[in-house]
């Protein structure tokens, strides 16, 4: 009798985060948004993922490696002021369920990703979103001179 061999395949935490971190940001290349990685927000939380799109929107995505990573992480809702509109971007294997209904979702490994749930549209107040894009482009002035820190 042969014994069914079984194997799990196992990723690490940090592995896991900058494999979906690439394919968020691939993904949202490919939509038309310029993104940059761990942005400092005004209210001293960092966005995983903030992108600015071709008519001024802004996105933010939050990754989450694993479903401890969610379970203890509730800060999710205060990049809401901040953003246009919010997504989670997971690994594929991650259990989907668990996730709220309201943010949009994002599946990504590597080499790219997909939205599976849009997410709801919440405009910025014209004041907020000038200074956002104004910090958003200076940070990525600098992150071209390597000046940021």
Same mark, same amino acid.
């Given at each position: 009798?042969?014994?069914?061999?079984?194997?799990?395949?196992?990723?690490?935490?940090?592995? #896991? #985060? =900058?494999?979906? #971190? %690439?394919?968020?940001?691939? $993904?949202?290349?490919?939509?038309?948004? &310029?993104?940059?990685?761990?942005?400092?927000?005004?209210?001293?939380? %960092?966005?995983?993922?903030?992108?600015?799109?071709? !008519?001024?929107?802004? @996105?933010?995505?939050?990754?989450?490696?694993?479903?401890?990573?969610?379970?203890?992480?509730?800060?999710?809702?205060?990049?809401?002021?901040?953003?246009?509109?919010?997504?989670?971007? @997971? &690994?594929?294997?991650?259990? =989907?369920?668990? $996730?709220?209904?309201?943010?949009?979702?994002?599946?990504?490994?590597?080499? +790219?990703? &997909?939205?599976?749930?849009?997410?709801?549209?919440?405009?910025?107040?014209?004041?907020?979103? !000038? &200074?956002?894009?104004?910090?958003?482009? %200076? $940070? +990525?002035?600098?992150?071209?001179?390597? $000046?940021?820190?």
């Amino acid at each position: 009798m042969s014994a069914a061999l079984h194997l799990e395949l196992v990723f690490s935490r940090p592995e #896991t #985060t =900058q494999s979906v #971190t %690439r394919g968020a940001a691939r $993904l949202l290349i490919d939509m038309g948004y &310029a993104p940059l990685l761990e942005v400092c927000l005004p209210n001293g939380r %960092r966005a995983d993922v903030m992108a600015l799109g071709k !008519k001024g929107d802004i @996105v933010i995505c939050e990754m989450k490696s694993g479903i401890e990573d969610y379970r203890v992480d509730r800060k999710w809702p205060e990049y809401a002021p901040f953003c246009d509109a919010f997504f989670f971007a @997971v &690994a594929p294997e991650f259990p =989907q369920g668990v $996730l709220p209904d309201e943010p949009g979702l994002i599946v990504a490994d590597g080499f +790219g990703g &997909a939205v599976i749930r849009e997410a709801p549209v919440s405009p910025l107040a014209p004041a907020r979103r !000038k &200074a956002l894009t104004v910090a958003f482009a %200076r $940070l +990525g002035a600098l992150r071209t001179l390597r $000046l940021d820190g």
